[in-house]
């Protein structure tokens, strides 16, 4: 018997590893804000997603991944507290569980009480990202589960950092929760944001003052991210008639930051660009000159 490969070579080719994403290598550092951006006001964002992260092109699959994030000052906290509570109590949500799009906003009538419920709060913005996996090319970060994440999230991470470094009144700093998404290693997450902020010297990493991921039964604003985020599914996620349902969007897009002027790219980020929105039935910016 001729000798292997491996042994003419002397190489044991079971311990080469392909070289594998960077941000799966190298090691975590914390985000630690300056002691002067430690003193400036703060910013709370709540940061909850929807669809999942497979290619899409199972039946099983979503045709979307997103995510919704509130950035908020923290003393519009309490009203929107209030709104919460009257959902579950509307909504009957069993007390210890956190109040979800999937239990307990089931119907239109639901969702629209829970849009009109929100729509006159003020004190904070919306900034929504989401990718239409069908356009994305094969090879891209489509097929890759925990980069579809990383990009999505990067994506609303710089976007709730721009709306800090613009907060009226001045800069903030922000104090960033992502909900927790089973089977995702987060770490990986926060070292793509590492090797971003090398890449990226528009985004304002600096005004990170915490970085975390956490449970929606830990935080209130949590629980009204997942409503936000669920808007966003509405409008672009077809139901099985092929229909879409901008109503609850268009309910709150005062809310989206930006939408003032035009929402694409810093409230609402389209990827990989904006055709999927302006498409929309519902789209409330028609003739949109957005370049985004
Ligand atoms: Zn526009």
């Known amino acids: 018997m001729s000798p292997s490969l491996s042994e003419m070579l002397g190489v044991d080719f079971s311990t080469i590893k392909p070289p594998g994403r960077l941000s799966s290598q190298i090691?975590?550092?914390p985000f630690t804000p300056s002691a002067k951006v430690a003193a400036l006001p703060r910013l709370d964002v709540y940061i909850d997603e929807t669809g999942d992260r497979g290619r899409g092109d199972k039946a099983s699959g979503s045709p979307i991944f997103g995510m919704a994030g509130i950035v908020i000052d923290p003393l519009a906290e309490p009203a929107v507290r209030a709104a919460l509570r009257q959902m579950r109590r509307d909504f009957r949500t069993p007390p210890g569980r956190p109040l979800s799009w999937k239990e307990d906003l089931k119907t239109h009538d639901r969702r629209m009480h829970a849009a009109n419920l929100l729509a006159p709060l003020t004190g904070f913005r919306i900034v929504f990202v989401v990718v239409d996996k069908?356009?994305?090319?094969s090879g891209s970060y489509r097929d890759n589960v925990t980069l579809l994440y990383n990009v999505v999230a990067f994506d609303m991470l710089a976007r709730v950092l721009w709306a800090a470094k613009n907060w009226?009144?001045?800069?903030?700093?922000?104090a960033i929760r992502f909900g927790h998404v089973a089977k995702h290693d987060h770490t990986d997450t926060h070292r793509y944001f590492q090797i971003k902020q090398n890449r990226e010297p528009t985004v304002p990493f600096h005004l990170i003052s915490s970085l975390t991921w956490v449970n929606?039964?830990?935080f209130d604003l949590s629980q009204v991210a997942d409503v936000?985020?669920?808007f966003l599914k509405a409008g672009f996620w077809?139901?099985?008639?092929?229909?879409?349902?901008?109503?609850?969007?268009?309910k709150i897009w005062h809310q989206i930051r930006m939408s003032e002027t035009c929402a694409l790219n810093l409230g609402i980020r389209v990827k990989p660009d904006s055709a999927i929105a302006k498409r929309q039935p519902w789209w409330p910016c028609p003739g949109c000159q957005s370049k985004y």
Do not use: K
Not at 134 to 137: E, I, M, P, T, W
Not at 168 to 174: F, I, S, Y
Not at 238 to 250: C, I, K, M, T
């Open 228 to 230: 936000y985020a669920g």
């Open 238 to 250: 077809p139901n099985e008639y092929g229909d879409v349902e901008g109503a609850y969007l268009r």
């Open 134 to 137: 069908a356009s994305l090319n």
């Open 216 to 218: 929606a039964a830990q």
């Open 27 to 29: 090691a975590v550092q």
């Open 168 to 174: 009226p009144g001045g800069a903030r700093q922000a």
